[in-house]
């Protein structure tokens, strides 16, 4: 606890929403890894057992994909967009949770920014104000206090930035393998063209 107050003295008050920050990114990066992992593993006994599944559990929170095989089983008649349609209803509040991440990496530099900036100008403004006897040593000691903001702000927003990425591939691959099953047709993923080896140019 003293070190998060010596923390937050050293880089400033911006500390204080750059540290709200790196908690609101645990928390979802977290919320949203438990809610795709519980979806995976829901989809994994769907898949074992499609007869004997049950979407949904009384008590317990839907995940993504039981909602959907939900949807699913009470309108076996629904087209495949339809499904795509729902599909993406179901799986719309992890979506804007991960998306989340993506504003908090773009923010958490700027805060950071914000703070150094400040620092840098009470600091030289206390120079200025009390002209002291070694004005470089008193801007450098200044300076690298305020640096200590935007070490801050960057650290959230990389944290950010590979929780977004992560999360978001996951969030695409379970989406697209779900589809598939529920729908009947398997996900089409982009695929690059193959050379045989007869036709390839090693030398160009």
Not at 12 to 25: D, E, F, K, Y
Not at 65 to 78: D, G, H, M, Q, W
Not at 106 to 127: E, K, R
Not at 128 to 157: D, K, M, Y
Request: glycine share 8%.
């Amino acid at each position: 606890m003293f070190r998060l107050i010596t923390l937050i003295q050293t880089g400033g008050w911006m500390m204080i929403p750059i540290l709200l920050a790196s908690v609101v990114t645990v928390a979802l990066i977290f919320e949203c890894a438990w809610t795709l992992g519980k979806s995976r593993k829901r989809f994994e006994a769907f898949l074992m057992n499609p007869q004997g599944f049950q979407p949904i559990n009384p008590g317990e929170r839907p995940d993504p994909v039981s909602t959907l095989i939900a949807y699913r089983l009470a309108n076996p008649r629904s087209s495949a967009e339809e499904v795509r349609a729902y599909s993406e209803v179901a799986f719309g509040p992890v979506d804007r949770k991960v998306g989340w991440l993506q504003v908090l990496a773009a923010i958490a530099p700027l805060l950071g920014l914000l703070g150094t900036v400040s620092g840098m100008i009470q600091n030289f403004g206390l120079v200025a104000s009390t002209r002291p006897t070694n004005p470089l040593a008193q801007l450098s000691a200044g300076i690298s206090e305020a640096l200590v903001a935007t070490a801050g702000g960057l650290l959230v927003a990389v944290v950010a930035a590979l929780g977004h990425h992560w999360l978001s591939n996951r969030a695409d691959a379970l989406l697209l393998s779900a589809q598939g099953v529920v729908t009947g047709h398997e996900p089409e993923r982009p695929t690059k063209p193959r050379r045989s080896i007869e036709e390839a140019n090693f030398g160009s």
